[in-house]
């Protein structure tokens, strides 16, 4: 059985000037567990949509801000640094990000 070395990536790096749709990168995933870099470069949900997942969600915004609101009608400002776990099926959206935004996302 032979050893791979990881590879070391910075999650600053790379990041778009601007995109047409938000950009995610899976950073590792095994079994239920997925990692993922979110980048928003002003993106926001369709209007009356929600995303309604069948897995729970960990988020932080690393850089920028984000407004998300939920089904039951409030909202919740993310600064950098800010994070909370998004319970399956809680239906949610995003209302606003800055430009750029850099989500993780942990979804198990």
Do not use: C
């Not at 070395?5 to 938000?22: C, G, R, W």
């Not at 400002?77 to 776990?85: A, I, P, R, S, V």
Request: proline share 5%; charged share 25%.
């Amino acid at each position: 059985m032979r050893n791979t070395l990881p590879v070391k990536k910075n999650i600053f790096k790379n990041i778009p000037v601007s995109a047409h749709d938000e950009i995610t990168e899976i950073l590792a995933m095994k079994g239920a567990v997925r990692i993922e870099r979110i980048v928003s470069t002003g993106q926001a949900s369709p209007e009356d949509f929600f995303y309604d997942q069948d897995e729970d969600e960990f988020i932080i915004v690393l850089k920028g801000r984000a407004v998300m609101s939920f089904s039951n009608g409030s909202k919740i400002t993310l600064n950098e640094g800010d994070h909370f776990n998004i319970p399956k099926n809680l239906r949610h959206r995003v209302d606003f990000t800055e430009d750029p935004t850099i989500w993780l996302a942990v979804f198990y």
